[in-house]
């Protein structure tokens, strides 16, 4: 190969390597920007699927508690009257998941409720148990026991049927609603 041959290909092969670099290296970088911003929304995306599967759970579970202690707060009005009360409300669910519910709940009326719902659920459980404990300890030999007894019945009756069974069915149905909600997405 002569000098000449070697310079007019050295010429080309450098043209033809700047050439590749200045196309390649911004095609590069605009396909790694392309590609970091579809992986941070597939993220992004993961995420919300699971606090949407995070947050059907927690529904779920008051979902259910919520049909338990109705069923319960039903029984207790139809037999309160003059009766020992053996059931308790579940409030495990509550419990286990109030704190996390606040993050989970963006439904600012729901959370509201689940709150006021869950007060009186455990202002009436401390009704209950001292029900239960009033009966089945030594206060029933005293004179005003079947007064201070019949007191504590209708208290817990009126507790119950006055506001406390319809605002839990109220809130059982917004539950079910912010699940209807959710299912949807």
Do not use: C
């Amino acid at each position: 190969m002569s000098w000449e041959g070697f310079l007019t290909n050295f010429f080309s092969e450098l043209l033809a390597t700047i050439i590749g670099l200045a196309l390649g290296i911004p095609i590069g970088i605009w396909l790694n920007r392309k590609f970091e911003v579809w992986k941070k929304k597939q993220e992004e995306q993961k995420e919300i699927e699971l606090l949407q599967k995070e947050k059907r759970t927690v529904l779920e579970s008051l979902k259910n508690e919520f049909e338990r202690n109705i069923k319960l707060l039903k029984q207790i009005e139809k037999k309160v009257r003059n009766r020992v009360i053996l059931g308790h409300l579940d409030l495990s669910e509550w419990k286990a998941i109030s704190l996390k519910s606040t993050n989970l709940i963006d439904n600012y009326t729901l959370q509201k409720a689940l709150d006021r719902v869950y007060y009186e659920y455990e202002h009436l459980q401390r009704k209950i148990n001292k029900h239960f404990d009033f009966y089945f300890s030594t206060a029933q030999t005293l004179s005003n026991f079947k007064d201070d007894f019949a007191k504590l019945n209708n208290s817990i009756y009126d507790q119950i049927n006055s506001f406390l069974l319809e605002l839990s069915e109220k809130t059982l149905d917004f539950i079910k609603l912010e699940l209807e909600v959710l299912n949807e997405k």
